[in-house]
Nanobody, 122 residues
Framework: VQLQASGGGLVQAGGSLRLSCAASGHAFSNYAMGWFRQAPGKEREFVSTISWNGGITYYEDSVKGRFTVSRDNAKNTVYLRMNSLKPEDTAVYFC????????????????WGQGTQVTVSS
């Protein structure tokens, strides 16, 4: 599976962005998908994950109520809608795929996209 993340950019605090992650290859619907982010000088951290059919989702506490993960298996794409953005959300955002169920640990994911930069100005 190859993953291509897009949709990042520069936005003011309180604004919104929608990230997309397009997958190529077969059996996209067999994979749970995750979103992670990495700020300069920090470790990569979990943001959200979604099960193969979209029926199960999890969020990191700081994004709950602001971010929404979804997927469209017909389009081989997973999305991350980000509302009420804060400067502390600034990071490179990565999408990832893993065979099986949802998981918050980055080391459990098999495939990674290249990342898309999100910058939130105050």
């Amino acid at each position: 599976v190859q993953l291509q993340a897009s949709g990042g950019g520069l936005v003011q605090a309180g604004g919104s962005l929608r990230l997309s992650c397009a997958a190529s290859g077969h059996a996209f619907s067999n994979y749970a998908m995750g979103w992670f982010r990495q700020a300069p000088g920090k470790e990569r951290e979990f943001v959200s994950t979604i099960s193969w059919n979209g029926g199960i989702t999890y969020y990191e506490d700081s994004v709950k109520g602001r971010f929404t993960v979804s997927r469209d298996n017909a389009k081989n794409t997973v999305y991350l809608r980000m509302n009420s953005l804060k400067p502390e959300d600034t990071a490179v955002y990565f999408c990832a795929a893993r065979w099986g169920g949802t998981n918050y640990q980055p080391q459990s994911y098999n495939y990674w996209g290249q990342g898309t930069q999100v910058t939130v100005s105050s």
